[in-house]
């Protein structure tokens, strides 16, 4: 039997119901009508843990362009955050970027950069950075981040991420590190180093048993040039397991042919292209090279 209390708990049900249909449709209206506060902080937010600098907040908050002004006018749910994201995450430059409006309207970027390994240069001139994958990361002003740099041709056989190893050693190693300034490759058995001081390059051969070849040459460091001087030889090699076989120069010391890279006063300019395949070239046949004065 329907009761008075029970036909009154239905009509209360019903009113519960459409006003609450009422105020979910004037809350998406007034949201809709919400204008944007721009983005958080004013700009892009960097999460660079290992602070490498290869990507900055300006740098990022300029690849947004005119958009960072634009959303400060623009309603908040005219703001395509999800194709803003996919737009970022298809940057060469970044691990991964996540978008997200918070609660006070603003929206929130943070990216996470790539974490280049190597700077490659192509016989054109050009160049290139890697990350741990071997993916390419376009290099050019705008970007950089002092890694080694290699120069050579790569094949499927021998990418240039089988230079990794040799570099993860180095990197531990901070007097190699400041030893080498640049990695020359012929093939994957005849891998050169180019000390920064003048007189020598280093056949290194393959990139195995990296540990042992160093210390013999640190051997020959220590125990043999001191006595016969930095120029007596023109070639060292380690690449024959248990050997140190030594090329004597023949004639005298040809004089530098590049003394100094100087640094531009301009950051905009792209010294990169101060470094050329023929510059390279000449370094390795006439066996000789000075440390940079800037990496890039």
Known sequence: MVTKRTIGAAVGVVILVLYLCVALTWARSQAREQICMGLDGDRVHVADDRQLGFVTSDEMTKELGSLVQRMKVMRITDIDLDSLERYLNGLDKLERALVNRLSDNRIRVTVHPME????????????????????????????????????????????????????????????????????????????????????????????????DKFSRLKTFYKEVLPVKGWEFYDTISVKWDGQIVATRRRGKLPPPSVDVIEELENEGDDIGTMSSSAVIADTLKRQQIKKQSKRI
């Not at 990350?131 to 990361?137: H, Q």
């Not at 290699?150 to 590190?177: C, I, K, Q």
Request: proline share 5%.
């Open 116 to 211: 280049p390994v190597a700077r490659l240069w192509t016989s054109n001139g050009r160049s290139y950075y890697i990350n741990r994958e071997g993916k390419r990361i376009g290099a050019d002003a705008r970007f950089r981040v002092d890694v080694p740099q290699v120069v050579g041709r790569f094949t499927a056989e021998f990418p240039a991420v089988r230079l990794l190893p040799l570099l993860d050693y180095m990197s531990a190693h901070g007097e190699w590190n400041a030893l080498v300034s640049m990695i020359s490759v012929r093939d994957s058995a005849n891998v050169f180093l180019l000390p920064t001081m003048r007189g020598h390059v280093i056949n290194f051969g393959d990139v195995d048993n990296i540990a």
